[in-house]
């Protein structure tokens, strides 16, 4: 599948410092303000509604090329919906990681329920060896329809990869003083995902020489995901 070239043409600051900081926010749970005092602090003038813009603009974009590097699934899925509140509105972000805590995907809905799940699972293209849930009926009934065949194991306490995952999101969210709009927060989570999947070792590995050398892979990756054309 093609992706589209990313640009950086009628922008001042160069590739690379744009780049920079497109990464520093999806990667660390830092406020603009701070980002621009980073980026003071090593001579460079750059308002931090400037990098929220080119969060905006360029994030989703090395989202799509990073995803393109992205290692299959594993044959465990973990499933759950996380509570987050919008401007007084309750809405249920829907995810799905595997047994490394790879982020699969994630779905902002209003409701709860099996057509939301069965939506989650068909996006994945693929059926895993066994999926792990809280007891929400809507799961079993999802899979009873789309995967009969997949063992299904549902227990709160064998759920704990999925609530682990929350934390990281959670932890933004509060930085970032709540979300501001439904399409908002599905547009940062689609790019902050990505982001923490490429740079985060997964949970297999388990001494500092290969997370190293997962971080250097990784770096190797987002370099080629900011690139331009020639």
């Not at 992205?70 to 995810?95: K, Y």
């Not at 994945?124 to 079993?140: F, N």
């Not at 995967?147 to 306490?157: A, D, I, L």
Request: hydrophobic content about 40%; overall charge positive; aromatic content about 10%.
């Amino acid at each position: 599948m093609s992706v589209s070239p990313v640009s950086y043409k009628r922008h001042r600051f160069p590739r690379d410092l744009i780049a920079h900081a497109v990464w520093l926010y999806f990667r660390f749970p830092l406020s603009f303000r701070l980002f621009e005092e980073m980026l003071l602090e090593r001579g460079i003038v750059v308002s931090y509604e400037t990098v929220r813009r080119w969060g905006l603009k360029f994030g989703a974009a090395f989202a799509r090329r990073l995803r393109r590097e992205r290692a299959a699934a594993g044959d465990v899925w973990h499933l759950d919906e996380v509570r987050i509140v919008i401007r007084g509105q309750v809405h249920w972000l829907w995810r799905a990681v595997d047994q490394d805590g790879y982020v699969l995907d994630e779905i902002l809905q209003r409701r709860r329920n099996s057509k939301v799940a069965r939506r989650l699972l068909r996006k994945q293209g693929a059926r895993p060896a066994r999926m792990i849930t809280d007891r929400l009926k809507s799961y079993g009934a999802a899979r009873r329809q789309l995967m009969p065949c997949v063992e299904h194991r549902s227990h709160k306490g064998m759920n704990n990869r999925e609530e682990i995952s929350h934390l990281p999101l959670r932890k933004r969210e509060r930085t970032m003083q709540r979300f501001r709009s439904p399409g908002g927060c599905q547009r940062f989570v689609a790019v902050f995902c990505a982001v923490r999947n490429a740079f985060v070792p997964p949970a297999s590995i388990d001494n500092g020489t290969s997370r190293h050398l997962h971080r250097l892979t990784a770096f190797a990756q987002w370099n080629t995901a900011i690139d331009s054309p020639a």
